[in-house]
C-alpha cells in the first residue's frame, strides 16, 4: 500500500471517528509546515504546506483542503480533497466553506494533554478567531483531541504491517550486536555498530540517532534517555540496549537485555537472575491487564505493583505507550495517575493501539535490568509483535 492509499483509509477512519463522536467538522489549521509540522496532518495529507492552510474533514464525508495556490497541485494530487487555492488571503474562502458545511462543532487542532494533538500555535489560534469573528462558527470550536487520539490510536492493518516489518528489522539489529559486542567497548562504539547497520540499510530512527539507540553498560551508565558515552562494557556487568527504527514511515521500540559472563561463570549470578524474571514477571503482570476498555493507569498498576511486590523500588516513568509513526506516538499512556500524566492515563486502551510494554529495576554493582516489548491490542488480549524476550542473553567474557 502506498502513502496516498494509507492516507485514503485514514480519513475513511476520520470520518467514521466524526460520526462516532457526534462531530460535524475536524479543522487542521496549518502554515509553513516544514518549520512547524502538526502532528496529526502527516496522517491526513502528508504534505508540505508554506501558506495558511485548513484542512476540514467533515462527517459526511466530504472533505475540503483551502490552500495557496502554489502549493495547490500537491493537494489535488492526492485526490481526496475539494481543493480550494488563494492567491491573496484564506479567510473569505474559509468562511464560505464552513457556511456551505454548516458545522454544529468544529474540532480544531489544540489539545491541553495530548501533544499529539496538539499542532495549533496560539498565534495560529488568534488568526482563525479573528477570521471566524462576526460568524456562528467562532463559538463552536472545540478541542480535536479524541478524534486524534481514536485516529492515531486505532492502528489500520496497513499501519500494523508497517510496524511488524519494523519490529522485525530491530530483533534482526539486536542478533547482530550480540555478535559483535564484546568487554571493552564502550557505550559510543557499540552505538556507532548500530548506526553504521541502520545508515546501510536506508532506514531512520524512531528518535533522535544521537539518543538512539540507548547503550546501558553495567552500573556507572546513566539512566533513561542519555546519549551513549565512554562507559566501557566489563565482563560480570549487564549490558541493556533500547533500540527503534523507522521503517515505511513506521518505527520499533525495543529493548533488550544481557549478560557479560564473568570468569569461570556459565550463567548469570542469582541477582542477576531474579531481576530479569521479576522485570520479566511484570511484563506479564501488565500484559494480563492490558483490555480493550481497560483505563491506562490500571495497565501501569498491575505491573508497578509486581515490582514492589518483589521488593523493588517503583519504577519512575510510564510502563507503556503507544507505538506509531514515532516511537511516543501520542494519546493513550499506561502510565500512573501523575500530574505528568494527566488526561492521558485514564483514556482507555481500544482495540487497534499498539502499544510498548516496558520497565526496569537497578541490580546493584551489576547494572540496569529492563525489558520492552511491543504488542498489538486485539478484542481479548494483546498479540506480541516482538519475539519477546524470555531468558537472559549472554555474551562471553573472552
Known sequence: MNNTQLIQEKLAQATAILDELNVDAWLTFVRETSLQPDPALELIADIDVTWKTAFIVSRSGRHVCIIGHFDAENARNLGLYQVIDYHQGISQPLREALAKLDPAQIAINYSENDVAADGLSLGMYRSLQVMLAGTPYADRLISAEKIIAALRGRKSQAEIERVRQAVATTETLFDEVEEFVRPGMTQREIAEFVHGRIDSLGLGYAWPKPFNPIVTCGPESASGHAAP??????????????????????????????????????????????????????????????????????????????????GYPEYMHAFGHLLGRVAHDGATVLGPRWERYAGICDLPVEVGNIFTLELHVIVPERGMMSLEEDVLVTADGVEYLSEPQTSLRYIQGY
Open 229 to 310: 558515552g565512554d562507559v566501557a562494557l566489563q565482563k560480570g556487568h549487564t549490558l541493556h540496549m533500547d533500540l527503534g527504527v523507522r521503517q515505511n514511515d513506521y518505527c520499533s521500540d525495543i529493548q533488550r537485555m544481557w549478560y557479560v559472563l564473568d570468569d569461570g561463570e556459565t550463567a548469570a549470578p542469582p541477582e542477576v537472575q531474579r531481576a530479569f524474571e521479576v522485570v520479566l514477571g511484570a511484563i506479564k503482570a501488565g500484559e494480563a491487564a492490558l483490555r480493550p476498555g481497560v483505563p491506562g493507569w490500571q495497565v501501569d498498576a498491575a505491573a508497578r505493583a509486581h515490582i514492589v511486590e518483589n
